[in-house]
């Protein structure tokens, strides 16, 4: 390299280092400011413009009991977390009751079947019992309720059901509600076909029709009807009468009454019988 070429670089070599420092110093200069400036003032990432899926809230409440909260007294399943009466519910298939035995016994509640609907002819028939069965569990000094098993199709059959209730009921006070209880049978039943939102309106029918009449309403399941048939979300302002023969709770939602077994043996009834748990509200 000349002198003379040397000599005219030097200017422009300080003058690049000039920038170059002044640049290092900038940069060190925002990075301090942006450490120390307040978070919320920070630059932050754009919020995401599509909505995040959420699972929609259920209107269900949660089951306060679990397995750890029954055990079995005098052959009976008590509740040791909270007041739960032992009830049966008959109807013709135990023939007559001894109902003096049944209370005796331990027994503080009953449910009586006022009828039923054939599964293969769709025929609507009295319980022949229903009427000696409602007065003899009245004069024993039970708390009655009812229940009807249904076989409904369509949401007006539901209200012929509860019409038969309410005939055979003619007026009768209750401390317990009018069930209805609408079961699976097979395939090869008239109701083989039945699908979910027929059988929730069927459900919503017929408990409207008893509770117009003044009585209350609860409807009978189990939980595979709630699986496959039942909307439980669209019938939440009814009680509900759970059906899960096991010694431990594990339904995941509130039921006011629990069918345990269909096996029980009771003092004055012959045979089998399902034996239930009400769950009721404690006095202060």
């Given at each position: ?126 319980d022949e019992y229903a009427r000696d069965n409602l007065r003899g569990a009245r004069e024993a ?144």
């Amino acid at each position: 390299m000349s002198p003379v070429r040397k000599k005219m670089n030097d200017p422009m070599l300080a003058l690049v280092q000039g920038f170059a420092a002044i640049s290092v110093t900038a940069a060190v200069l925002g990075l301090v400011l942006f450490l120390s400036a307040p978070r919320d003032s920070r630059e932050l990432p754009a919020e995401p413009t599509q909505p995040v899926a959420t699972r929609p809230v259920s209107r269900i409440p949660e089951n306060p009991y679990g397995p750890e909260d029954f055990t079995y007294e005098n052959g009976l399943l008590t509740c040791t977390a909270g007041a739960a009466l032992p009830g049966v519910d008959v109807s013709a298939h135990q023939g007559a009751v001894d109902w003096e035995l049944v209370r005796e016994s331990g027994i503080q509640f009953a449910m009586i079947r006022l009828g039923y609907r054939g599964y293969t002819n769709g025929g609507i028939y009295y319980d022949e019992y229903a009427r000696d069965n409602l007065r003899g569990a009245r004069e024993a000094g039970l708390e009655i309720g009812a229940y009807f098993y249904s076989q409904a199709l369509t949401v007006e059959e539901a209200r012929e059901e509860a019409r038969l209730c309410l005939e055979v009921l003619e007026g009768m006070p209750l401390e317990l509600p009018v069930v209805y209880d609408w079961e699976y049978v097979s395939q090869e039943a008239r109701t083989g076909q039945m699908d979910r939102q027929t059988l929730t309106d069927c459900a919503r029918a017929f408990c409207d029709a008893i509770e117009a009449s003044g009585y209350e309403a609860m409807i009978y399941f189990n939980p595979a009807l709630t699986e496959s048939l039942l909307d439980l979300e669209a019938l939440t302002d009814y009680d509900w009468w759970l059906a899960m023969y096991s010694g431990e709770m594990t339904f995941p939602h509130a039921v006011e009454m629990w069918q345990y077994t269909a096996s029980g043996t009771i003092p004055g009834i012959e045979g089998d019988v399902d034996v239930n748990l009400l769950f009721v509200e404690e006095s202060e």
